[in-house]
């Protein structure tokens, strides 16, 4: 059985920083892109962060580049997204994700999500 669990989020205030986590299970991590997702309450989905199956290509959204950095850990089978200087608009749920591909994951090649984890940013 294939999982995806998130973890890090909670309420910060503008400027701060979190961390959140993507612990896999059931696939093998480490032939797999993974990427970060986010929806704000009323909103699309929005793509954040992707990483190639080797950590060494990695894809940003416009909102977020040069504020959050993603990374993997193949031995621990698990993602993280550094957030920095978040905003108040950086207020949603994020999802990490996965799919069959090794270099740049879209959300049109996903095939396995996480349940999710709420970030709010305070002003």
């Known amino acids: 059985q294939v999982q995806l669990v998130e973890s890090g989020g909670g309420l910060v205030q503008a400027g701060g920083s979190l961390r959140l986590s993507c612990r896999t299970s059931?696939?093998?991590?480490?032939?797999?892109?993974m990427g970060w997702f986010r929806q704000a309450p009323g909103k699309e989905r929005e793509f954040v962060a992707a990483i190639s199956w080797t950590g060494a290509s990695t894809f940003y959204g416009d909102s977020v580049k040069g504020r959050f950095t993603i990374s993997r850990d193949n031995s621990k089978n698990t993602v993280y997204l550094q957030m920095n200087n978040l905003k108040p608009e950086d207020t949603a749920v994020y999802y990490c994700?996965?799919?069959?591909?090794?270099?740049?994951?879209?959300?049109?090649?996903?095939?396995?999500w996480g349940q999710g984890t709420q970030v709010t940013v305070s002003s």
């Open positions: 059931g696939l093998t991590f480490s032939n797999r892109a």
């Open positions: 994700a996965t799919g069959p591909v090794r270099e740049r994951l879209r959300e049109s090649s996903t095939d396995y």
